[in-house]
């Protein structure tokens, strides 16, 4: 039986961007993927800050060339048409990265899986991985088909399949948001005219809202999007339709995304999925460090979950090779690696909680110069997750101002009632 020194469970985003790292420094590397890639994933809209990533690895140039439409920014639409802000990234005082790419999962987790090989990481795809026995000088790996790999560490980037968390019973789901996703890619979809048709559209029912994110632009001012809709799972279950039915009626009682359509036709099967807000309680086990949505996932409205598992990746990567040089079991750095991305995380759960909320959007779609905590929601929203206090003393008082919001209206109320 071969040792590997870290052997890697998925080729997602953060199973690659771990892959790539620890080949580049050397480290012998083994990603085992359960599917073969290109395979379909939800969860196409980067944000800025994944470039600073993305040049780390070296694979900006394959990104750039693959010719994925650039999004400079997001737009926030009520869905009575009666309100909608937009953020342009590169107007943001403090937002350091001013682009990002509106990617089709299959090609862009493919270019990076594909990267990570190129890079050393040995890939094997098709292997499922089924539990994970750490002892004193390793770990073991084994796989479905009755085999076991070794190694001295494991990196778990095993997504929402979330394999070892489950193993050890870690998951703890979001008692507040028990959402369901029901998307679609749409051919033919009107798109922004000019630096805005990369935007992604959110359009924002009272107890539902809709992501468009364009994933090709066309000559003629349409393009093929992602379009979909997070409602409360209970609502899709007490409908009793079909997720095509399903996705088709809540189109067509929402105005805004009606009229974007209203040429379009689907291309892809309607996906579902839901309890997708959870987290582990540990992001670590000796010798196993979790990553990415195996450590745990948000909610998708603000785009953060494929930057998240990255940044998650390196810092995993940093606490890995820390611990194989000084030959521990990598309790202390991981629990460090810990601590740092339950805090990033920690500003995207209080940004979601918050958009849930009226007096959130109330704020939110008003932005105001003031104090520059537009600016400062403008860089989170990009990806700083180290602004430092500059950011801090913002958000804090931006949130502020929702509580006293919910009091006093500072800025006017909104109604999501239809249109007259
Ligand atoms: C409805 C919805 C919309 C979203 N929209 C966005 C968005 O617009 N932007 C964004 O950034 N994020 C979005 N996300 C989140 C995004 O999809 C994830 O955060 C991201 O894919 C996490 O990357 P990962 O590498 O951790 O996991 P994944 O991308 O899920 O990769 C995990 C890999 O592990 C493999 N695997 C799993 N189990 C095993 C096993 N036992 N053995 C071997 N291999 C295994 C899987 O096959 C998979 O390839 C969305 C999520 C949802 C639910």
Not at 55 to 70: N, S
Not at 94 to 115: G, K, S
Not at 169 to 177: D, E, F, T
């Amino acid at each position: 039986m071969s040792t590997t020194d870290v052997i890697v469970i998925g080729g997602g985003p953060a199973g690659s961007c771990a892959a790539t790292l620890l080949a580049r420094a050397g480290r012998t590397v083994r990603v085992l993927e359960r599917e073969r890639f290109p395979r379909f994933h939800v969860g196409e809209s980067l944000l800025p800050y994944n470039a600073a990533i993305f040049d780390e690895l070296g694979v900006t140039a394959q990104l750039r060339d693959a010719g994925f439409p650039i999004k400079r920014g997001a737009q926030f639409h009520l869905g009575n048409g009666s309100k909608g802000t937009g953020f342009v990234f590169a107007s943001g005082k403090f937002t350091r990265h001013t682009e990002a790419f509106q990617v089709e999962r299959a090609r862009f987790d493919e270019i990076l899986l594909r990267h990570a090989g190129g890079s050393g990481a040995e890939v094997e795809e098709g292997v499922d991985v089924e539990r994970v026995e750490a002892d004193a000088e390793g770990v073991s790996v084994r796989l479905k088909d009755g085999t076991t790999r070794r190694a001295r560490m494991v990196v778990d980037a095993s997504g929402r399949g979330n394999l070892t968390g489950s193993q050890e019973g870690l998951r703890v789901m979001n008692p507040k948001l028990k959402k369901l996703a029901v998307f679609g890619h749409y051919d033919g979809v009107q798109v922004d005219p000019g630096t805005k048709g990369g935007d992604t559209v959110i359009i924002r029912q009272e107890h539902h809202w809709f992501w468009m994110i364009p994933l090709r632009l066309d000559a003629d001012g349409t393009g093929k999007v992602s379009v979909g809709a997070i409602v409360e799972r209970d609502d899709f279950s007490r409908a009793g339709q079909t997720a095509e039915a399903f996705l088709d009626g809540r189109i067509q009682a929402s105005p805004p995304v009606r009229e974007r359509l209203a040429k379009a036709r689907r291309v892809s099967p309607v996906h579902v999925t839901s309890d997708f807000s959870y987290r582990n309680s540990k992001l670590w086990s000796p010798r196993c460090v979790r990553v990415g949505d195996a450590a745990g996932f948000i909610d998708p409205i603000f785009s953060s979950g494929v930057f998240l598992a990255m940044y998650s990746a390196r810092a995993a990567v940093a606490a890995v090779q820390t611990a194989l040089k000084a030959g521990t079991d990598g309790s202390a750095e991981f629990a460090a690696y810990a601590s740092r991305v339950q805090t990033a995380m920690t500003i995207y759960q209080e940004m979601v909680d918050g958009f849930y909320t009226t007096p959130f959007m109330e704020l939110f779609l008003e932005p105001r110069a003031k104090w520059d905590l537009a600016a400062a929601v403008n860089a989170v929203l990009a990806g700083e997750l180290e602004g430092g206090w500059k950011l801090r003393c913002r958000m804090k008082l931006f949130f502020l101002l929702v509580r006293l919001q919910a009091r006093f209206p500072l800025v006017p109320r909104v109604s999501f009632a239809p249109a007259a």
